[in-house]
């Protein structure tokens, strides 16, 4: 037998009991109800007094009671405790009550395990009961009966409070303390995506159903609250697509992509060879081709190739995505190159470079840079180069084709002897100095008078002036015989022209010359005169000779007697302007800058002999005769200054130690060159002597000056003799064996 049913006998018994005893009590009846559903409660317990009442299956009970006020509770499974007050009275024999139980409520939360968030989107289950949580994730409902609670939502995990947690959450009295509260976890699926080299890719977008997401910098992506059995799907606009990856929801995945990649062979239109470092660049990605012309870089399907090169048209491609490689052939559009020496590798700097292009009758000039670099950019019509850069043999380059070219140049010091205008009535004399300079060792030059000291021409002159006042000689050799001799010889010719020393435009053109108060035209210790360096009409005359000398085919113009006179009073002389330091400095420098304004489209170089003592002369100083290097050697490829040690006479050099010039050839010429080298960069090529005034000279005097010129630095050098008699002995590659002590440049202490 049950408790419960114990009880209910025990209270029947103790109801026999009283009535047996006399009077009857007043009685308490009632009748217990649901407060919701309004149904009989059975099975409930009314605890009033000391009694305890059981209800019956329709709820009532019944129950005598001493009179007086009385309290107590009903208790119910599944309800909460209802309390009872009632007061009983001798004249009240019977109360009749009503009782409402309110059910027992269980009221809870359901939230995200992981982010506290409330779960606005599911629903529980507790036993047939289904209901949806409210937007807050909250929930409740009546729990009469005890079940598991079932929490669940589209894409979590769903979790069950059993029936004991739930009994655990409600008092003794049925009541519940606080809200439940249930952590749902998400189903998630998370992982990385790499390329096949590990690098993670970023951007990428992961796709689960109607969940999405990048991944960060690190690859990373997570998906959150997905439903199970679907594909993942993930996408890159710089990665090939891949095939959906099946999931069971809640893992970690690892996907690795394969970047688009574009490759691209490149090819020299012209020669449909591979082309080496060209530039293929796409959006965000650049590559340079390898030695087989081929470049592979990032791209994406239906973006543009841009493919360049250096010399080279550009080309667009379409890259669809590809696995073949695409190829671009690049036409070439530009020349353009390095010039270094060939000896050293060293790059040649502002190196002229006269650019021919097809139907033009004069060249474009350019310039090499400071590392010895040319750019034709636009070169589909040049057919050749040529180039000149002083100390360099000078290249004459047919272009072929567009694109690189780099050129080699040959060292060349040129170190010639002197032919006077007379020899040339002389051909035999003429060629036994040919043949001299052909089977030195050392020679490779000649400078020829084409406009002498007398003002007569080397050949018949087409220049109208110079016909006009007569300046051609008969009796000479044809200057095309003697130009081809020379050719024949590989021998380096070099046209002396002397310009303001001009007897027969003088005598022509009085108006030009320079004048004196004394009356009359100036006239030289030779009883020459001289024209006015400051008439541009005498510059254009002289320019045009020289450009006629060019056509002739000489290698070089030599300007001799680029300066005012040096004898007689400077104050007795008319110019058309004062002579002014200023001045005649001036007219020297924008007459040389006229000069090589006119050799700079030919392919000859342009030299100028000074004065042996201007590299002595302060720099504030012309000696009165317009001669200061800073001046006109910035246009010049050569300075010849004129070292012939007994034209020094007895002068004291004594800032070089030199006590008597004449009788110090060696010490005269090598201090003057490297004077002369520290105040420019153009470079020197000094005229030396070979003949013996004053002081006796033999062969050891002219082979010390040679070695002097050759110790200081100078590119070649040239021997006058105005006969043009040279000893043989000199011109060997060796000939300091013959010297009875041979001079050494002097040991300088090292300036701080």
């Known amino acids: 037998m049950t408790k419960r049913r114990w009880t209910i006998l025990l209270a029947v018994l103790f109801g026999l009991f009283i009535a047996g005893c006399g009077a009857r009590s007043p009685?308490?009846?009632?009748?217990?109800?649901?407060?919701?559903?309004?149904?009989?409660?059975?099975?409930?317990?009314?605890?009033?007094?000391?009694?305890?009442?059981?209800?019956?299956?329709?709820?009532?009970?019944?129950?005598?009671?001493?009179?007086?006020?009385?309290?107590?509770?009903?208790?119910?499974?599944?309800?909460?405790?209802?309390?009872?007050?009632?007061?009983?009275?001798?004249?009240?024999?019977?109360?009749?009550?009503?009782?409402?139980?309110?059910?027992?409520?269980?009221?809870?939360?359901?939230?995200?395990?992981?982010?506290?968030e409330a779960l606005g989107d599911g629903q529980i289950q507790y036993g047939d009961l289904v209901q949806p949580l409210g937007p807050d994730g909250s929930f409740e409902l009546q729990a009469r009966e005890l079940n598991d609670l079932l929490v669940s939502c589209e894409g979590c995990i769903p979790i069950t409070m059993s029936a004991a947690e739930i009994a655990a959450s409600f008092a003794v009295d049925g009541s519940q303390s606080a809200p439940v509260t249930i952590q749902v976890n998400p189903r998630t699926v998370e992982g990385v995506v790499r390329e096949p080299d590990g690098v993670p890719v970023e951007g990428a977008q992961v796709r689960l159903g109607a969940q999405s997401a990048m991944t960060d910098a690190d690859g990373h992506y997570q998906l959150r609250f997905v439903q199970e059995g679907l594909e993942l799907e993930i996408s890159s606009t710089a990665h090939r697509p891949i095939d959906p990856v099946a999931t069971a929801g809640q893992e970690t995945l690892e996907v690795t992509l394969e970047p688009w990649e574009a490759t691209v062979l490149v090819r020299d239109e012209a020669s449909e060879n591979p082309l080496a470092n060209a530039l293929v660049s796409a959006a965000q990605a650049e590559a340079i081709t390898d030695a087989d012309g081929l470049a592979t870089l990032r791209a994406a399907p239906d973006s543009e190739l841009i493919v360049s090169a250096e010399g080279y048209s550009t080309v667009t491609l379409s890259y669809e995505g590809d696995a073949a490689p695409l190829e671009a052939s690049l036409r070439p559009i530009r020349v353009f190159g390095t010039l270094t020496n060939q000896e050293d590798g060293a790059p040649v700097r502002n190196a002229l470079v006269q650019v021919f292009r097809q139907g033009a009758d004069t060249p474009e000039l350019l310039r090499t840079d400071e590392q010895g670099a040319y750019d034709i950019t636009d070169a589909q019509d040049v057919t050749r180069l040529f180039i000149k850069a002083p100390g360099y043999r000078r290249v004459d380059l047919p272009v072929t084709q567009m694109g690189r070219v780099d050129v080699e140049l040959e060292v060349f010091d040129s170190r010639g002897i002197y032919i006077t205008l007379g020899i040339l009535s002389l051909p035999d004399r003429f060629y036994e100095l040919l043949d001299l300079v052909e089977n030195s060792d050392v020679l490779n030059t000649v400078v020829i008078d084409v406009k002498g000291d007398w003002a007569t021409m080397a050949y018949p002159s087409q220049v109208p002036l110079a016909q006009e006042i007569g300046t051609a000689v008969p009796g000479l050799m044809d200057i095309e015989e003697v130009l081809e001799a020379c050719r024949d010889r590989d021998i380096y010719t070099i046209a002396r022209i002397v310009v303001f020393k001009d007897r027969l435009l003088a005598s022509a053109r009085p108006e030009w010359a320079i004048d004196t108060h004394s009356g009359g035209l100036y006239r030289d210790g030779e009883g020459l005169n001289w024209m006015d360096p400051f008439r541009e009409e005498v510059w254009d005359y002289n320019i045009a000779i020289m450009l006629e000398a060019v056509d002739k085919g000489f290698d070089e113009i030599q300007l001799d007697y680029i300066r005012f006179p040096s004898e007689g009073r400077v104050s007795d002389r008319i110019y058309i302007e004062e002579a002014t330091f200023e001045s005649r400095t001036r007219a020297i420098r924008e007459f040389s800058a006229a000069s090589y304004r006119a050799m700079e489209p030919t392919p000859a170089f342009l030299s100028a002999d000074i004065f042996g003592l201007t590299p002595w002369v302060n720099p504030d100083l012309d000696m009165g005769i317009g001669q200061r290097i800073e001046d006109f050697a910035p246009y010049m490829d050569y300075l010849s200054p004129m070292l012939y040690p007994t034209t020094f006479n007895r002068i004291g050099l004594r800032s070089a130690g030199i006590q008597d010039a004449w009788l110090a050839p060696y010490d005269t010429v090598y201090e003057s060159l490297v004077r002369l080298l520290d105040r420019t960069d153009t470079k020197v090529r000094p005229w030396l002597q070979h003949y013996s005034v004053g002081v006796p000279y033999r062969m050891e005097e002219f082979l010390v000056q040679r070695k002097a010129a050759e110790d200081a630095g100078s590119h070649g050098w040239l021997f006058w003799h105005s006969a043009g008699r040279y000893h043989e002995e000199i011109f060997t590659a060796d000939p300091y064996h013959l010297l009875r002590t041979i001079p050494q440049p002097p040991v300088r202490e090292p300036q701080e």
């Open 27 to 116: 009685r308490l009846e009632g009748i217990l109800r649901d407060a919701v559903s309004g149904g009989a409660i059975a099975d409930a317990q009314v605890h009033v007094a000391e009694f305890i009442v059981p209800a019956d299956r329709d709820g009532r009970f019944e129950v005598e009671l001493p009179t007086g006020e009385h309290q107590g509770r009903v208790v119910a499974e599944g309800y909460v405790d209802a309390p009872v007050v009632v007061r009983l009275s001798e004249e009240t024999r019977r109360q009749t009550v009503e009782i409402t139980m309110q059910p027992r409520t269980l009221r809870g939360k359901a939230v995200v395990a992981d982010t506290g």
